[in-house]
């Protein structure tokens, strides 16, 4: 993916507590920086927590998946990007590939998750709002 496809970018420092007993970054804290920069593009588009409470909407996770490439070590700064994923080919979820890159730029993983909206009022996933349309689904650099 080239990087004019990038929606949003955050950099991010492993911690002590990122890493496993083999002394690199464990595999599920990768999942976490790219949860936790998808969380900032959403801040970044409008979609605060605040936005959220008066929606009534909450992001759900369906599926993740994360391809390895590199080792990440304790005080690495690390550059995690966003771009749109694959259509889903439902009204209700959208993907998006998350990047994460060593130091020196080498990939050290790639992220895909898909993602829509639950209903805390109705109890069930609902259609993409139209701002996770906008954003989400065309491409659209909000925040690079």
Known sequence: MSDENVLFR???????????ANQHMRHSAYADFC????????IKIGMTQEWLKQQGLGPVLFKEETEYFRELFM???????????EPTGS??????????YRQNGDLAARHKAVFGWFSVAERKVV????IVK????????AGV
Do not use: F
């Not at 906008?134 to 650099?141: D, P, S, V």
């Open 10 to 20: 955050k950099q991010i420092e492993v911690r002590w507590s990122d890493c496993d």
């Open 35 to 42: 949860a936790h920069t998808r969380v900032g593009y959403m």
């Open 75 to 85: 005080g690495e700064v690390v550059e995690v990007t966003i771009e749109i994923g």
């Open 91 to 100: 009204a209700k979820s959208v993907q998006l590939v998350n990047s994460i």
């Open 127 to 130: 259609e993409l709002p139209d």
């Open 134 to 141: 906008q954003y989400m689904l065309e491409q659209k650099t």
